[in-house]
C-alpha cells in the first residue's frame, strides 16, 4: 500500500489523503494494478485532481517534495512543474552521499603541476572537505532568492581555492582547501561536481519541508499496526485525519456521527490534556526543519570570518557577473 498525503505548510492541515492499495492478496478496497514503484506517481496525480476540483490548486505556492519520486510527467499534465520544490533535509543528505563518491573515486588524482612543470600524484585531494560544503549548503537553502542562491552556491569554489575578491575585507582568513589552492585541475574537478547540483539546490525550498508528512504517516501507523491484514482500511487514514486537523474535538466528531454515549468526564479530561501534549509535539515536529535551516545560518554569521559574511557583498551585487573559471 502506499499513503500520498497533502498538507497545507502555513495551517499544518491535511488537505487530501489518497490510500492506494495494489490489487490482490485479497486487500481490501485494492483499486491499482500498475507497477508497484508508481503507485506514488498515482497518487499524486489524484491528489492534484482533488485539489484542481476544489479550485485549491490554484492558490498553491510551491509544492515540496522529496526527490524519491519521479512525478515529471504528472506535474506537466497539470501545468504545476514551476512549483516543484524539493525537501532541503533529503537534498542534503543526497549531496553529502554523492560527495563521499565522489572523493572516494578520486583517491588519487595525476595533476600537472605548472611550477615544477611535472606530472604529480595528489592523494586524496578533495578529502575533508564534506563537512564545509554540507554546512554551506544549508545556509544556501536558508536564501529565498534563487539567483544569490545559485551565486552563493557556485562560487563556494573561489572561496575553497584562496580566491578572496569578494571577501570583506580582502584579507579575509577562512578555510582554504590546501590541495586545491595551486593545481588549477583539481578546481575544475571540484566545479564541475558544484555545478552538477546546480539545478537542484536552486530548486530547494526555504520555506518548508516533508517533516509534516512524515508525522503525519507515523499518526497513521499508531492506528492499525501495518503488519495486521487489514492494515490498508481506509478508516484508519480517516481517523488519523481528523485528529491530526482537529485533535480537540475529533473524538466527540466520532461519537456524533456513530451515535454513540458521551465518554465519562475524567476520560474527557485525561484525553484533553494527552491532546495538549500532542498539540505541542506536533507543533516541535514541524517546524524542525526551518530551525535547523536558521541554525546553520546563525552558526555561520556568528563565526568571524564565516561563510555566510564572505559571499555577503558578492551574492548582494545583483548587476555583478561572474565567470566561474572561464
Known amino acids: 500500500s502506499c499513503t500520498v498525503t497533502a498538507l497545507d505548510a502555513v495551517t499544518k492541515r491535511v488537505l487530501v489523503c489518497v490510500n492506494i492499495n495494489h490489487i490482490g492478496g485479497n486487500r481490501q478496497h485494492a483499486q491499482y494494478s500498475g507497477a508497484s514503484n508508481n503507485m506514488e506517481s498515482a497518487g499524486t496525480r489524484i491528489i492534484l485532481k482533488q485539489l484542481k476540483k476544489y479550485n485549491i490548486l490554484k492558490d498553491v505556492k510551491e509544492i515540496i517534495k522529496d526527490r524519491d519520486n519521479k512525478s515529471v510527467s504528472v506535474f506537466k499534465e497539470f501545468g504545476v512543474s514551476h512549483l516543484e520544490r524539493f525537501d ?22 595525476e595533476v600537472f603541476n605548472d611550477k615544477t612543470q611535472k606530472i604529480e600524484k595528489i592523494e586524496r585531494p578533495f578529502w575533508g572537505l564534506n563537512a564545509s560544503l554540507s554546512m554551506w549548503l544549508w545556509s544556501c537553502f536558508a536564501e ?40 588549477i585541475q583539481l578546481q575544475f574537478m571540484l566545479y564541475d561536481w558544484v555545478h552538477k547540483w546546480t539545478p537542484i539546490v536552486s530548486k530547494v525550498s526555504s520555506i518548508g519541508s516533508t517533516c509534516m508528512n512524515e508525522a503525519f504517516n507515523s499518526k497513521i501507523a499508531c492506528y492499525l499496526d501495518k503488519s495486521r491484514a487489514w492494515k490498508n482500511i481506509n478508516i484508519r487514514v480517516n481517523v488519523a485525519i481528523l485528529e491530526w486537523n482537529d485533535p480537540e474535538h475529533f473524538l466527540g466528531d466520532i461519537q456524533k456521527a456513530l451515535h454513540l454515549p458521551p465518554l465519562p468526564e ?42 555566510y559574511q564572505v559571499f555577503k557583498s558578492e551574492w548582494e551585487s545583483e548587476d555583478e557577473d561572474i565567470d566561474d573559471f572561464d
Open 266 to 307: 475524567d476520560c474527557v479530561k485525561s484525553f484533553e490534556e494527552n491532546c495538549y501534549s500532542k498539540m505541542i509535539l506536533k507543533q516541535k515536529t514541524v517546524t524542525k526543519g526551518s530551525k535547523k535551516q536558521n541554525k546553520y545560518k546563525k552558526s555561520i554569521q556568528s563565526v568571524p570570518g564565516g561563510d
Open 144 to 183: 529565498e532568492n534563487i539567483n544569490k542562491r545559485t551565486k552563493m552556491w557556485e562560487n563556494c569554489v573561489y572561496h575553497y581555492v584562496g580566491n578572496h575578491s569578494f571577501c570583506e575585507p580582502h584579507n579575509y582568513k577562512c578555510f582554504e582547501w590546501q590541495k586545491g589552492v595551486n593545481l
Open 88 to 109: 532541503p533535509g533529503h537534498v542534503s543528505k543526497n549531496i553529502s552521499k554523492d560527495f563521499t563518491k565522489f572523493s572516494a573515486s578520486h583517491k588519487t588524482v
